[in-house]
């Protein structure tokens, strides 16, 4: 039933269907993605796993998010750049879901709207429909599969799949054979980030590469599991103890999951992201001086725990995903970007002795209230100072949340400060203006320009 009514969703959903907000959230995720592309296709990780996709590719006419003008075949081009998105994680996450839709689903369609000519409005409705793919089976099987599977990885062939699907024009049936290829191929294990390992980049290549190649064998009539989703050894019972199988037509159709995505302003793990933005209020409001903190306590929630609780980050990377490291940061560089996450930054010794001054706690309240409401993320700190004052902040809604949303100012701000050092300011400009309105190409490969 559910994988039935995700393919017809998918087959009916027309351009006229979508309203202004709809459209404007598509086009800043696109903007988004070029700019965390462009940034990341400079990391040494990113760099290793583009070298290995290119050995396989073929001439094509998908453009690689770098600089120069490297072209590829779709599906490694997809693959690359999917890598290139996600290489700094600075991208978007839909909160509901805990998923990074923007990551697969946008270097999908681009690649298969690329090969075909595609207009900028064919291309865009494609990743409304693979937004509402990811995020739909996200929150079906979290926050339960959150602990052992990176929601990314393993929803992240149906996003594609749904986005290629649309764009090759796949009917209602083939839409579920698509589906049930790309969710027996689904896989992406949270074992890498005990050591800050690089397989989240190959995670969301593969997921992409997954669901373009789900969706061309379902176009040859080649047969997947038409009720992947919802089979008792399916996608959702295999993958969670607490399915929300009701979660993936819930409002299908009446709302679009885009509309709840939020941005990124740091560059690390989203469930530290409350944390940071706490501790940006608190020095609004407080002269602090960090080496007169006693201590720092965190309160937060299960999953933001199971994720980011890291005392003891081994590399930059792995300090993207501790809650200690983000937090004092935040604290005594007061830095947004990528220059914090650094082997310098990491072994300072004002770092490491604020860090050994801050623990996170479970808290059961906090806990409720994300049970409740899989939107609110919170964070309260909990600051002693040496001579007894004690100063708290909570917030559940960090800045680029779409309950505290970027406007397209810091937007730009965003993908100006990620583009711009790469491909130059003139380059990087032209490329705004041209997502700005994107639905106005008749030919999405006229956005490279």
Request: net charge negative.
């Amino acid at each position: 039933m559910e994988t039935k009514a995700l393919a017809q969703f998918v087959f009916d959903t027309k351009w006229e269907d979508l309203d202004e907000k709809t459209i404007d959230n598509a086009k800043m995720a696109v903007l988004d993605a070029f700019g965390a592309a462009i940034a990341g296709s400079e990391e040494a990780a990113s760099k290793k796993l583009a070298a290995v996709f290119e050995r396989h590719s073929l001439p094509g006419k998908s453009r690689l998010w770098k600089k120069g003008e490297e072209s590829w075949d779709y599906m490694n081009a997809a693959a690359i750049n999917a890598a290139f998105v996600h290489a700094q994680d600075f991208d978007d996450l839909h909160n509901a879901s805990i998923v990074h839709p923007g990551a697969i689903t946008i270097p999908a369609a681009m690649a298969i709207g690329e090969e075909q000519g595609a207009s900028g409005k064919e291309v865009l409705l494609a990743i409304v429909l693979g937004y509402d793919a990811a995020a739909r089976l996200g929150e079906a099987i979290n926050p339960a599969a959150y602990y052992y599977w990176h929601t990314t990885g393993v929803v992240g062939s149906f996003s594609s799949a749904a986005a290629a699907g649309k764009l090759l024009g796949l009917g209602t049936e083939q839409l579920q054979d698509a589906f049930g290829s790309a969710g027996t191929q689904s896989s992406g294990l949270w074992a890498f980030n005990s050591s800050g390992a690089n397989s989240k980049l190959l995670h969301v290549a593969n997921a992409t590469v997954c669901g373009i190649r789900s969706a061309e064998l379902a176009k040859e009539g080649f047969t997947g599991a038409k009720d992947i989703i919802e089979n008792k050894k399916g996608f959702v019972h295999a993958l969670s103890a607490e399915p929300h199988l009701d979660r993936v037509t819930d409002k299908l159709g009446s709302y679009f999951e885009i509309n709840g995505n939020s941005f990124k302003a740091y560059a690390c793990c989203r469930h530290t992201h409350s944390a940071i933005y706490a501790v940006e209020q608190i020095k609004k409001k407080h002269d602090i001086d960090p080496a007169q903190i006693e201590s720092i306590e965190d309160y937060t929630y299960r999953t933001a725990i199971n994720t980011a609780d890291n005392g003891t980050p081994a590399n930059p990377y792995a300090a993207k995903f501790s809650i200690q490291y983000c937090i004092c940061a935040a604290m005594l560089y007061g830095e947004k970007g990528l220059r914090v996450f650094s082997e310098e930054s990491l072994a300072d010794t004002a770092t490491r002795a604020l860090m050994d001054r801050t623990q996170v706690f479970f808290s059961q309240e906090i806990e409720d209230r994300y049970l409740k409401d899989s939107n609110r993320w919170g964070h309260r700190l909990v600051i002693t100072m040496k001579d007894g004052r004690v100063i708290e902040e909570y917030t559940d809604y960090p800045f680029g949340d779409f309950n505290n949303p970027f406007s397209w100012e810091d937007a730009k701000n965003k993908y100006m400060m990620l583009a711009e050092p790469v491909i130059g300011a003139e380059n990087a400009e032209r490329l705004y203006e041209k997502i700005l309105r994107m639905e106005e190409l008749e030919d999405i490969n006229r956005l490279y320009d």
